[in-house]
Nanobody
Framework: VQLQASGGGLVQAGGSLRLSCAAS????????MGWFRQTPGKEREFVAG????????YYADSVKGRFTISRDNAKNTASLQMNSLKSEDAAVYYC????????????WGQGTQVTVSS
């Protein structure tokens, strides 16, 4: 599967932004999807994931209640709605995919920059 993330940009603290991930390839619905983020000098960190079922999402504690991950299996897309953004949410965001049997996310899109101004 090939992934392309979009939707990043500049937003004020407290604002919202929606990231999208378009997937190409076969059987998108069989992949678990995720969003990760990375800031300079730090390791990439998990943000949110959604299993094959559209109602099975899970989140990092730091974004729980503010971010919502979703997927549309008919459109081969996954999204991350980010509300109440904080300065510490600024990062390059990556979408990722994982097969059912894989232990880790193995497919990655290019990053999209999110900048939060205070």
């Amino acid at each position: 599967v090939q992934l392309q993330a979009s939707g990043g940009g500049l937003v004020q603290a407290g604002g919202s932004l929606r990231l999208s991930c378009a997937a190409s390839g076969r059987a998108f619905s069989t992949y678990e999807m995720g969003w990760f983020r990375q800031t300079p000098g730090k390791e990439r960190e998990f943000v949110a994931g959604i299993r094959r079922s559209v109602d099975s999402a899970y989140y990092a504690d730091s974004v729980k209640g503010r971010f919502t991950i979703s997927r549309d299996n008919a459109k081969n897309t996954a999204s991350l709605q980010m509300n109440s953004l904080k300065s510490e949410d600024a990062a390059v965001y990556y979408c990722a995919a994982k097969t059912l049997v894989a232990l880790k996310f193995g497919y990655w899109g290019q990053g999209t920059q999110v900048t939060v101004s205070s």
